[in-house]
């Protein structure tokens, strides 16, 4: 379900001493909602939208968005949990954050070498 992100590495570089979040957002391509949405679920697994609302102080549309992005970049899991008057609702599960890491790890690997490539290939031209 993941997609490729649209990397923004070289903000990371500008930052002599990034955060975890920061690592986070230029790698997988997020906003800063969005990797503070992934990280307040890492300790509230099995959350709705609007469960979150309070810890996170967002709106619901703004939870619902960062929750679409996390998922399409396979940082959530959810599940449809039907309700007792019909219906239903999302709850959402943060990816472990050891998998997470090596997500990480393994994209910042690739963009290592797609630069090692570069200057390995350059012939002065």
């Keep these: 379900?993941?997609?490729?992100?649209?990397?923004?590495l070289g903000e990371l570089m500008e930052s002599s001493n990034p955060t975890f979040?920061?690592?986070m957002s230029c790698v997988f391509g997020i906003e800063?909602?969005?990797?503070?949405?992934?990280?307040?679920?890492?300790?509230?697994?099995?959350?709705?939208?609007?469960?979150?609302?309070?810890?996170?102080?967002?709106?619901?549309?703004t939870i619902n968005r960062a929750m679409?992005?996390?998922?399409?970049?396979?940082l959530?899991?959810?599940?449809?949990?039907?309700l007792d008057g019909g219906g239903y609702v999302y709850q959402y599960t943060a990816v472990a954050l050891?998998?997470?890491k090596a997500m990480l790890h393994e994209a910042l690997d690739t963009w290592t070498a797609t630069v090692h490539d570069v200057i390995d290939d350059f012939d002065g031209e």
């Design 32 to 61: 800063p909602h969005e990797t503070r949405t992934y990280l307040a679920l890492v300790d509230r697994p099995g959350s709705t939208v609007d469960e979150l609302e309070g810890p996170l102080e967002c709106d619901r549309s």
């Design 21 to 23: 979040g920061t690592v």
């Design 68 to 74: 679409a992005t996390l998922y399409e970049r396979g």
């Design 1 to 8: 379900m993941a997609t490729d992100p649209e990397h923004r």
């Design 98 to 100: 050891p998998e997470v």
């Design 76 to 82: 959530v899991r959810r599940n449809r949990r039907l």
